[in-house]
Antibody, heavy 118, light 106 residues
Framework: EVQVVESGGGLVQPGGSLRLSCAASGFTFTNYWMTWIRQAPGKGLEFLANINQDGSVKNYADSVKGRFTISRDNAKNSLYLQMNSLRAEDMAVYYC???????????WGQGTLVTVSS | EIVLTQSPATLSLSPGERATLSCRASQSVNNYLAWYQQKPGQAPRLLIDDASNRATGIPARFSGSGSGTDFTLTISSLEPEDFAVYYCQQRSNWRTFGQGTKVEIK
């Protein structure tokens, strides 16, 4: 059974940092591009970043470029998102997903909530 | 950035009725368009990719059509579990989502 489980969300002050993790199982993790997507409360979906199978290619949305870093550890079947200089507008549920067939999102986790507030 | 505009924002229908959702792109995305379903408190679920290909396990009542800038998701006969928010998403140029259409019970 495919499982994608995010963790690491929580309350952080503006300007603070947080590291999200995503543990994958039930599929061959090293075969997949992986992606982070977020959804602000009551809002739509925003693609943030993706990373290729060996971690050599990373792409970022302008809204997070220079502040967020995506990485993966294939030995641990895990994906990460290091978030620095957090702002109120970064408050959202953050999803990890597989990025398939050139840019569709097939397997999703349940999401982890990041709250940015003083 | 390619902007996807979905209409209507809300669709009020009864079970058994046909639902027709629209997604318009600000420039051509060829057929590189997907549809997702999201229920409250859940992650989105991929329904359709490349405009018309149903994802694994998706019932045949869901169908997608279109190419270029105009796309349609059709649910032929609404089941109770189909009431949800639906998003379109393009992969032609980066990845962007539409703002969503809520299908609610009338």
């Amino acid at each position: 059974e495919v499982q994608v489980v995010e963790s690491g969300g929580g309350l952080v002050q503006p300007g603070g940092s947080l590291r999200l993790s995503c543990a994958a199982s039930g599929f061959t993790f090293t075969n997949y591009w992986m992606t982070w997507i977020r959804q602000a409360p009551g809002k739509g979906l925003e693609f943030l970043a993706n990373i290729n199978q060996d971690g050599s290619v990373k792409n970022y949305a302008d809204s997070v470029k220079g502040r967020f870093t995506i990485s993966r550890d294939n030995a641990k079947n895990s994906l990460y998102l290091q978030m620095n200089s957090l702002r109120a507008e970064d408050m959202a549920v953050y999803y990890c997903a597989t990025d398939v067939r050139g840019g569709y999102f097939e397997y999703w986790g349940q999401g982890t909530l990041v709250t940015v507030s003083s | 950035e390619i902007v996807l505009t979905q209409s209507p924002a809300t669709l009020s229908l009864s079970p058994g009725e046909r639902a027709t959702l629209s997604c318009r792109a600000s420039q051509s995305v060829n057929n590189y368009l997907a549809w997702y379903q999201q229920k409250p408190g859940q992650a989105p679920r991929l329904l359709i990719d490349d405009a018309s290909n149903r994802a694994t396990g998706i019932p045949a009542r869901f169908s997608g059509s279109g190419s270029g800038t105009d796309f349609t998701l059709t649910i032929s006969s609404l089941e109770p579990e189909d009431f949800a928010v639906y998003y379109c998403q393009q992969r032609s140029n980066w990845r962007t989502f539409g703002q969503g259409t809520k299908v609610e019970i009338k």
